[in-house]
């Protein structure tokens, strides 16, 4: 059990750590010139993810489980600093005090990263390690909505002549936003949603159709790094959204593996 808690943490933070240090550098890039302070906040926090990771290189599988659980607290404290930020970054904005580049829903987006990562921490400190039935849907809601906005964001940086890949974004779009609402649709309905196959049903349909976008996202940020299409898409920033999906579909693994072990 102390093993798998290492192993999880480990990896939880060797993700996430990574996606918080890109959103800040997203944020950075974002904010037009006149606002130094927030650019230099989030540049701030591109220096203390950066610290964290190397931290992380000095932890292995046989690491003392006490240890791991107060690096995640300290990881812990460094991602609700940022979610702060983030809330702060979305309040300025949506009081239309600066005016930037980075969309609402974009920091909101970020915002809810950050929450997620602070959530599975702290799960992990408290020995939530196998994900029950209603943990799953919800996994899958956040996941969901990640996609979904992904898929707008794409959209909307695309440049207007890539008609066909906005147009493929947009049907993502669309796609992910009825998955989405599935999803929430199922998870309103427990217990009943604990019916024999229903959640099996459920995370295949989801496979197809993450598979499917991360698919697209690995086009899209090959065709970037080449200069191939037109777009405001920053090269690191495709990579991003790929490895996310990629993500999600691990995930899933993880929850049809614990759904096939329950049966057993």
Sequence with gaps: MANEFIVRSLDEIRFWARIMKEHA????L??????????????????????????LNGFTIHSDPKQVKAFNVQVYQAVANIWAY????LGLILRCEIRSNNYALLVDHTSREAAYFANRLQELNEGKLQPLPEAI????VFFLKIM????KFIGHLLDPSERKLVDQARDFSHDFDQL????VDLDSMRPESETPGLLDQFLDQNRVSVVS?????????????ECRIKSNIHPLLADHVFREAERFIEIIDIFEESLTSNKK
Aim: hydrophobic share 45%; no cysteine.
């Design 148 to 151: 979904a906005d992904h898929a």
């Design 137 to 140: 849907i919800k996994e899958n």
């Design 180 to 183: 989405l609402f599935q999803a």
């Design 86 to 89: 983030k809330r702060k970054v």
């Design 30 to 55: 974002g904010f037009t010139y006149n606002e130094q302070k927030l650019i230099d906040e989030a540049q701030a926090f591109i220096v203390v993810f950066e610290r964290i990771e190397e931290q």
């Design 213 to 225: 976008l991360r698919d697209f996202k690995k086009t899209a940020r090959d065709l970037i790094e």
């Design 25 to 28: 550098l997203f944020l950075s």
